[in-house]
């Protein structure tokens, strides 16, 4: 996913993100992974990395997970201290449950969720 030019990985960002929107009827763990793929995708790119950060907080608190809403404010906050750090944990889904630090494989299904929105995103005219 190093290979990805900015322009494709906001697309492919967008694709997951859409895809998090128009699952609305979906259960919670299934949309909370829409998210998680599209902060890996995003985490390299401030503004993407930002907006991952934000739809997580709201889909925290419209879910009233407040312990996931606390973590996701900690996160928005070390959001521009790791980009001026060039600290960003690679893989990491960056849910509340793990460590904000912390460099991971890719979840099986995030990379899933990745390949299928990428191929949306090629389908696509943007």
Do not use: K
Request: contains cysteine; glycine residues 4%; proline residues 4%.
């Amino acid at each position: 996913m190093n290979n990805l030019t900015p322009a494709q990985r906001r697309r492919l960002f967008m694709a997951l993100m859409r895809s998090f929107s128009t699952a609305d009827s979906a259960d919670v763990a299934d949309r909370w992974a829409w998210l998680e793929a599209a902060h890996v995708v995003g985490q390299q790119q401030f503004a993407l990395h930002w907006a991952s950060h934000t739809a997580m907080l709201r889909f925290a608190l419209q879910t009233r997970d407040l312990g996931e809403a606390a973590g996701q404010v900690q996160r928005l906050a070390l959001v521009p201290l790791g980009h001026l750090l060039r600290r960003l944990p690679a893989g990491n889904s960056d849910r509340a449950t793990v460590s904000a630090l912390a460099p991971m494989p890719v979840d099986a299904r995030l990379s899933r969720l990745i390949r299928q929105a990428a191929e949306m995103a090629e389908s696509r005219c943007f």
